[in-house]
């Protein structure tokens, strides 16, 4: 059985199954997850259509930090929608680059202690739509981040289904310094044997060139709540 299955016990003691829908607006179900997004998901909510920048083009539908104060990204289709996985892979190469802007934001909505604390070695992608292809079902299990597929549906009486169909749990990030993974930009120069220079760019944990090297110096690159049981256990939230 694939599908999460609700019933109802009528008036004659019979159980009726309860057919579940999809939402007439995405920015619904975004609010109501918003809302209850601790106790659904396990994950403290920070922000909503969140920005991030001319570079990445884009808003994240929302922004968290989960149980174990690692980051979160959030996003919503309220159909079914191939592309909400590729669009959250994208936008952690924006959360890459902007250690400094995340923990600002955690500072002022939890405090300096949690912004203290935040976890960067495995950043957290949870997708939340009414389905997902059989390719994104697949092609999850080919990266190496940690992301939640997680299918939704509403029903009559302002219930809410959320079942995850899909996790992976990434690869962790070795931070042998914390202090120095905070470091997001620190321009450096490269020597090549002419004496000429080429400026670097350190973002996070990877080195790219700012801009082409004279010297031809390459460029060099270095849950829902999450489930403590085996993949296929559906977790799910009632409201």
């Not at 920048?53 to 996003?75: F, K, M, Q, V, Y």
């Amino acid at each position: 059985m694939s599908e999460l299955k609700l019933f109802r016990l009528d008036a004659d003691g019979r159980d009726v199954e309860l057919r579940g829908s999809t939402v007439a607006l995405e920015v619904e179900l975004q609010r109501r997850i918003e809302a209850g997004m601790e106790a659904m998901l396990g994950i403290r909510f920070l922000a909503s259509e969140y920005p991030t920048g001319p570079w990445h083009r884009g808003r994240i539908d929302s922004l968290g930090l989960d149980e174990n104060g690692t980051p979160a990204l959030i996003e919503y289709k309220k159909g079914a929608d191939s592309g909400v996985l590729s669009q959250a892979v994208s936008y952690l190469s924006w959360l890459d680059s902007a250690r400094h802007e995340f923990e600002a934001l955690v500072k002022e909505k939890l405090g300096s202690e949690a912004a203290e604390s935040i976890d960067w070695r495995n950043p957290r992608m949870v997708c939340i739509a009414a389905g997902f292809s059989h390719h994104d079902r697949v092609a999850v299990h080919r990266l190496r981040e940690r992301v939640d597929l997680v299918r939704y549906r509403v029903f009559d009486d302002g219930l809410l289904s959320l079942l995850l169909i899909e996790s992976t749990p990434g690869s962790t990030r070795p931070i042998s310094d914390r202090r120095q993974s905070r470091e997001r930009e620190v321009t450096a120069g490269a020597a090549s044997e002419d004496g000429k220079t080429s400026a670097l760019a350190w973002v996070g944990s990877e080195t790219w060139p700012a801009r082409p090297a004279a010297s031809g110096l390459q460029s060099r690159t270095s849950g829902l709540r999450s489930p403590n049981s085996s993949r296929g256990k559906a977790r799910w939230w009632f409201g």
